[in-house]
């Protein structure tokens, strides 16, 4: 790999469904990668839950705080979930990258379209089930989600998939080793 590859830094937004293996895939990368990749962190005005720590999990701001700087144009992206704010920090993403790190923003797609029309030059990847019929088993042995919940999240998913087409690669989870190494791929060889 050459030197200005290695010294590049760039955004990588990922998307896919629940239950796809994003974060399976993100934490190994970043277990593979822990000098060159950082995932981002996000704001949100919620309160912090058990363990969770100002600028490791979230930044947790006020609601006037998040306010005021979603108002001065300092988010790639932000959305309002059950009362309280969520948004990514454009500084903190804009200073890793200026120091040649490789940011990964795991997102849902609505904010990944925000992203796309924030900063056009972020790289995005769509991580997409071999089938639908995989993915609800996946989701099923996850046993986290009722089955109402399943049945929510298969027909989100199916909207999800339609716009795979919107992202400039997809990566189809059927094997995580045979996923990880087409995502090192698009990292670090395109």
């Given amino acids: 790999m050459s030197e ?25 990368l970043l277990e593979l990668y822990p000098d060159r990749i950082l995932f981002s962190i996000s704001a949100t005005t919620r309160s912090p839950r058990i363990g969770e720590e100002h600028g490791r999990e979230y930044f ?12 001065a144009n300092e988010f790639l992206e932000w959305a309002e979930y059950a009362g ?6 454009r500084q903190a993403i804009d200073q ?14 609505e904010g990944a379209r925000q992203v796309a029309r924030s900063l056009p030059d972020a790289q995005r990847i769509f991580i997409a089930p071999p089938s639908m ?16 919940q399943i049945i929510k999240r298969l ?3 199916e909207l999800e998939v339609a716009a795979a087409n919107e992202f400039d690669v997809t990566i189809i989870n059927d094997d995580l080793e045979v996923a990880l190494q087409q995502l090192e791929k698009v990292l670090f060889h395109d």
């Fill in 4 to 28: 200005s590859k290695l010294s590049e830094g760039k955004l990588i937004v990922v998307t896919g469904p629940s239950g796809v293996g994003k974060g399976t895939l993100l934490r190994r």
């Fill in 60 to 71: 947790f701001w006020s609601h006037a705080e998040f306010e005021q700087k979603r108002d």
């Fill in 84 to 89: 309280n704010l969520y948004g990514t920090p």
């Fill in 96 to 109: 890793a990258i200026a120091l040649g790190h490789i940011v990964l923003l795991e997102i849902e797609l």
């Fill in 133 to 148: 019929q995989v993915l609800e088993s996946r989701l099923r042995d996850r046993c986290t989600d009722s089955d109402k």
């Fill in 155 to 157: 027909h989100h998913a």
